[in-house]
């Protein structure tokens, strides 16, 4: 038995994949020291008696502060899911304890947060009151590490164009990108509308890297448009409508975003047609995880809701078609 394996049989606790995990969260020995309720000096003792037992330097000092080394990497990989998974048998163990069937982690991108997922909570609420239902709201950049690590079941919103290998994926329906502002905006006004009349007012963006925001910029750069000095980058749906409210700003959201607000007398969709790309809203999880009994009931119950929102989703894209016919 080498030292390695020796120390990490003999010494290595819980507290030192917890604070491992939060170093590469927070990136300071001062946050971490705050947030785990000790002193500096014990979170750098407990850091460097680690490397010293593992024969390796876990974190350096970088331009973001503490950085994970390659074999600090490696650790923390295996600790978020040891975590991850400890975390979850204590909610089933509660669950058990309190009657309830399972807790199902759900993870929202913004696409499927206003329509989908309050109608699919809805549904299981009446057809299954023993689930506890837990959401995040993220991008996949940030779901992903979670679902990895054990955190999340499942993952509902835009699919991008390549998942990870160890990803599997179904579509639950198909979008579109529409441009959007609020009713009393002045090019909500206009009898007569061009695409260049959006030139001038400030423009609220998904982030760069984003699955919507390639699209955008192409349709930008095709017509001669200039991104603006004066934006915004959100993926925050409230944050968004806000703007929207309180100034000239003009949106660019999901069709089926959108909707819910058009019909709320909240926003106005614009005549432009951003995109022929079709966006794929869809669920996706780990391929290597057996599926429960109340994830597979998840997914019936989110492609009955898909199927409930049909009608009123396809006549909404008909309005759409109707008046984006002239761009």
């Known amino acids: 038995m080498n030292l390695t394996d020796r120390y990490m049989r003999g010494h290595l606790k819980l507290r030192h994949l917890q604070l491992l995990v939060a170093l590469d969260d927070l990136r300071s020995v001062g946050r971490v020291a705050a947030y785990l309720n000790v002193s500096q000096p014990a979170v750098s003792k407990t850091l460097t008696g680690l490397e010293q037992g593992l024969n390796a330097t876990l974190f350096y000092r970088g331009g973001r502060g503490m950085e994970p080394t390659e074999h600090g990497q490696v650790l923390l990989r295996h600790a978020r899911e040891i975590l991850g998974r400890l975390n979850q048998a204590k909610e089933e163990l509660l669950d058990l304890s309190e009657g309830r069937m399972t807790r199902l982690h759900v993870g929202i991108l913004p696409a499927a947060s206003i329509q989908l997922i309050p109608r699919l909570i809805s549904r299981l609420a009446s057809t299954t009151p023993a689930v506890a239902i837990s959401v995040r709201e993220g991008t996949m950049g940030s779901l992903l590490p979670?679902?990895?690590?054990?955190?999340?079941?499942?993952?509902?919103?835009?699919?991008?164009?390549?998942?990870?290998?160890?990803?599997?994926?179904?579509?639950?329906?198909?979008?579109?990108?529409?441009?959007?502002?609020?009713?009393?905006?002045?090019?909500?006004?206009?009898?007569?509308?061009?695409?260049?009349?959006?030139?001038?007012?400030?423009?609220?963006?998904?982030?760069?890297?984003?699955?919507?925001?390639?699209?955008?910029?192409?349709?930008?750069?095709?017509?001669?448009?200039?991104?603006?000095?004066?934006?915004?980058?959100?993926?925050?749906?409230?944050?968004?409508?806000?703007?929207?409210?309180?100034?000239?700003?003009?949106?660019?959201?999901?069709?089926?975003?959108?909707?819910?607000?058009?019909?709320?007398?909240?926003?106005?969709?614009?005549?432009?047609?951003?995109?022929?790309?079709?966006l794929h809203v869809g669920l996706s999880w780990m391929t290597d995880r057996g599926e429960s009994v109340a994830v597979t009931l998840l997914r019936r119950l989110l492609h009955e809701t898909c199927q409930e929102m049909q009608p009123a989703m396809q006549a909404f894209r008909t309005q759409l078609e109707t008046a984006m016919a002239s761009d």
Not at 158 to 167: D, S, V
Not at 197 to 217: E, F, K, M, V
Not at 242 to 260: C, K, P, T
């Open 146 to 278: 979670a679902m990895r690590a054990g955190e999340l079941d499942m993952a509902v919103g835009l699919l991008p164009a390549g998942l990870p290998i160890e990803l599997s994926s179904e579509i639950l329906y198909d979008d579109r990108i529409v441009a959007v502002v609020r009713p009393e905006h002045p090019l909500a006004q206009c009898d007569a509308f061009a695409r260049q009349d959006i030139a001038g007012y400030p423009l609220l963006l998904p982030p760069q890297g984003s699955i919507l925001r390639t699209p955008i910029d192409a349709y930008l750069s095709e017509y001669g448009l200039e991104l603006p000095r004066q934006h915004v980058e959100s993926v925050s749906t409230l944050t968004n409508i806000g703007v929207l409210q309180y100034s000239d700003s003009v949106a660019f959201l999901s069709a089926e975003m959108a909707r819910h607000y058009v019909a709320q007398g909240a926003l106005k969709v614009l005549p432009l047609n951003i995109s022929q790309l079709t």
